[in-house]
């Protein structure tokens, strides 16, 4: 498995487990970096796993902007699961896809390398039919008329 992959992973789990921990983001605390920075440490600690700097960097960034942008992600989420509303929606499925849209989003990442990585993560945390449900909505998002 690539480092970016373990990065991503160790992200995805940092987000649900700040879900978990905070109602879906909604804590208004000024300390919100570095809450996110603790809990991040916490999911590394807890999967036994010692990363690289740039491994850390990545990870740190996917936690932060998607929470960062969380409002923007989750309107395009709502826009493009046709039938779905959102509290509907798991909460890992949705954790995987806010890193994935902050990512295809907010960086040069390919959207292809982004879409593969939702579902190989989502199939690994959630199931093979998250996986096709997040590749159908992070399809569309790649692909429409901005």
Do not use: P
């Not at 990512?103 to 959207?111: A, W």
């Not at 579902?119 to 690994?124: G, H, L, Q, T, W």
């Amino acid at each position: 498995m690539g480092s970016r992959r373990e990065a991503r992973e160790i992200a995805v789990q940092t987000l649900y487990a700040l879900c978990l921990d905070s109602n879906e983001f909604s804590h208004d605390s000024v300390d919100n970096s570095k809450y996110i920075n603790e809990k991040l440490s916490q999911i590394i600690d807890f999967n036994n796993k010692s990363f690289s700097n740039s491994q850390n960097e990545f990870c740190n960034f996917l936690v932060n902007n998607t929470y960062l942008n969380l409002e923007s992600i989750d309107d395009l989420i709502t826009r493009f699961s046709e039938h779905w509303d959102l509290r509907r929606i798991s909460i890992m499925d949705k954790c995987v896809l806010r890193m994935a849209i902050m990512e295809m989003e907010f960086t040069e990442t390919d959207g292809k390398i982004v879409i593969n990585e939702a579902i190989e993560i989502a199939k690994k945390f959630s199931g093979e039919k998250s996986g096709k449900f997040i590749n159908g909505i992070l399809d569309a998002i790649m692909h429409r008329n901005k």
